[in-house]
Structures are given as C-alpha cells and as structure tokens.
C-alpha cells in the first residue's frame, strides 16, 4: 500500500469515528426527547388511566360499592395518583404523596389546574358508563357530611338513580393541615359509597373556582359522552326525576333545550353589583375585577352545560388568571369570551314555594322545577322526596338491587320514565312523619 492510499484510509477512518461519536452522543439525547414527549402526552391521560378500567356493568359504573374492598390491602404501594392511594388508612398519616416525585407537567396537561401545576386528585371515581346520560356534580365541603347524607337518602338515593341514567359524584377538596381526622373519615365515606372526588387543593373559601374547574375536568376526560352535566351545591334540593322525565319524554319542550348543544342553563343574574365593602364575605378587589358590574352569569348553587359547553370553558379556564368567585369568572367572563349564552332557567323554587308545596298548597309538577334554593332543610328534602317517590312506579323501588342480571333492562325500562298517575301530596306528607 503506498503513502497515499494509506493516508486516505487513515482519514477516512477519522471520519467514520467522528460520525459514529457524534451518533453515539446524540442518540441518548434523542431518547430523552422522545422519553420527555411521551411522558408528556401521556401524562394528559394518567389521571384517567391509572384509575380502574370502566370495566363494571351499569350498577358498578356509578361508584361500585365493591371497588373499596381493593382499596386497603394495598399500604405498600407507591405514591400514585390512583383513585384510592389515599383511601388507606396506611397513607393518612403521611401529608399527600402524589405530586412530591412528579415534575410539574406543561400547560394543557392532565396534571395543570389553572395556575396550579401539581394538580392530582386524592380520590378518583370510575369513568362513566355508556348509559349515564347526565353527570351531577355535587360541590360540598370537606366537612358537610351532613348535608352528603340528606342528599344520599334523598335525590341521589341509589336504590333509584341507580335505575335511571343519572350518575351523581360529591367533590371536595384537601383537608389541609393538621387535619388528617378529616381525611380518615372522608376515607371511610367513600369506602361505603364510592361517590367522592377529591382534589389536592385545599378546600377552602378562595379555592372555589379549583373545584369548579376541577368538575369540569372530570366531566370532559370522563364523562364527554353524556349528554349533560349538572353542577350543584350541597344545600340545593335537585328534582332529579323530573330531569328523568325530561330526558324520557321527547313530547315536552324541555327534552329539545335539553338537546342544545350550546346549553348553559340556570337562574342567571343579570347587572350584579361587584361588591366592594369590607363587611361584605363577597368583597372584591378592583384588582381582582375592575367593572363595577359583574356580566350576566349562573349562580353556582345550579348550573347545566352541554358537554361542548364544559369543553369550551374548561379551555378558556386553564388559560384564564385565578379569579376566586367561581360562577362569575366560569359562567360570566369565561361564557361571554367564549360566545355562549345563558339560557334561562324557568321555574325553581324558593323557601316560600316549598313552604306552599309542603303544606299542601301546590303541586310537586306545578310549577314543574329542576331546583330549590340556597339552604333547603334536612326536613324539606326529605319531605319532597317524599312526594316525588309517591310519583314513581314503586316496584323499580321496592326492588333496588334484585334483579342485577337484567339490570341494563331495568335501566333502559326506568328511561321510559315511570309517570304513574296517583299521588295524594297530603298523604304523602303524613307519611313522612315530618310535619
Ligand atoms: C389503582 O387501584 C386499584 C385498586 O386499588 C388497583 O386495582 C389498580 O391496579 C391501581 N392502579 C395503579 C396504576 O396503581
Ligand atoms: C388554595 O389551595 C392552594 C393549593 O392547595 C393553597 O396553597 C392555598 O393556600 C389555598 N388557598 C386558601 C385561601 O386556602
Ligand atoms: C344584561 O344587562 C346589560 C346591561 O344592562 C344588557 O346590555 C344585557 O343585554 C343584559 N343581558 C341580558 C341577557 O339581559
Ligand atoms: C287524599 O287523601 C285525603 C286523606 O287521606 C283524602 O281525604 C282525599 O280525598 C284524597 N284525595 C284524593 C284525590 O285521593
């Protein structure tokens, strides 16, 4: 081989090693990329993924009771944010695990609430079954268990939503600090009922609008499919079977609007005056919004969106600065930014028209109401209850759980709306032994 040939193997082979150096270095960091934006678009479904598969028949998809019974031989796992990491007692004492070893994730990720960056939940539910046809979000507080359990017993009582396509979850929020007790007992609530969503925030006052987001969220990573959801608050009596009447009786104009896929439905207020003074609990800092009227908006206490709608707004919120009056910022500021009109709601009742309706003066379909006010009593709820279940055919109720093999038949029998003529409103009351 002369001088030549040899010089140009020699550079040759330079070169080759240069290329293969510069492929061996690249290459790890290409992987990281990739790893970096999987974990990335992952992480848009973790939170939906992690918690158990949509697996169950029609009963279970409401919040099976079966499925705490997998919660608590499990204390050894590592933080996740899997729906019952939190339910074990093992992991009560301990400050909530979930977000410490994760990495805050990009805007527009599942882990992104608003301005937070670490959101998880620290109790997760099931996604929806095909069947549930309308969500009802139930905003409470940590600490109303009380006014869970009216609400249990009465309008969201299994033994008949579980009949009718209606699915009914409570949110709440963290309990916050030195206050673990709370987070034992919300345990064991959701042990027995399986219908709590909890958030890391903390549940408190100025982080309403997290829970607000927080329901639209679920709503649109487990629940798009439905045709509805409802949002209400833990002291607001829902007239759930007359939304299943609604839903079953394309006769009635309400089941059309109920259609609408721009709906925004609720008692809307118009030229609400922001509130300035320092005695007021609503005060509001012309920092935190300058007008001196709020826009036409939904009170929180009884919303219904579209699922475009929820959409819609769950966008515009996590893009939007922290606001802390919830219905204003989601159902005001974000609605109009986002073109959607508030339909409004017709009838509801008010103290006075429960008094009327309990004592006998009125019809529970005259006027035919979705929603009572603000701070219905235990009584109340309990006695419209009442009435209503004397409208309901009573062998769906007299036999909750029996036939659980033809439990999809008994559901869509229940969508045809039992609308049983009967009901003798003053026998009714006298059977609840309330008055
Ligand atoms: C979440 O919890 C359930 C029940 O405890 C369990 O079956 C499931 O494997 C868990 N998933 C993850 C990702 O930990
Ligand atoms: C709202 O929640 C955040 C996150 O948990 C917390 O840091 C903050 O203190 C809470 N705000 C109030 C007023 O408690
Ligand atoms: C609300 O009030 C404003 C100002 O008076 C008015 O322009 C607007 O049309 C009203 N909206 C509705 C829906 O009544
Ligand atoms: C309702 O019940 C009351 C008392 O039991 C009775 O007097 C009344 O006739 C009943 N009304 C109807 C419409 O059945």
Known sequence: MDKRSLCLLLICINVCLVIWLVSVQQSPMLEAEIMADFSGSSSGSSSSSTSQPPTRGSRGGRGSRSKPNQITHQPSRSPSNNDSSLVSNHHLATPPPPSASQTPAPPGSSMHLMDLPNFVYLMDQPACDKD?????????????????????????????????????????GGVGENAEKWQQFLGRENHLHGDLIQGNFDDAYRNMTYKHVMALKWFNEKCAHAQLLVKVDDDVFMNTPQLVKYLATPSLPEHSMLLDPDLLLCRSVNRSRVKRTFRSKWRVTYKEYPNRFYPEYCPGMAIVYAPDVVRRLFEAAQKAKYFWVDDVLITGILAEETGTKITKLKYYLEQKDVRKLLGGGADLEEPPFLFTNHAILPDESMAIWQMALDRIQRPLLTHPASSSASASSATSASKSAPEVPSANISEAQTSTGLS
């Open 132 to 172: 549930v046809q309308v969500l009802v979000l139930v905003h409470s507080a940590v600490r109303n268990i009380d006014k869970r359990r009216i609400i249990r017993q009465t309008w969201a009582d299994r033994s008949y939503i579980d009949h009718t396509p209606l699915r009914v979850i409570f949110l709440v």
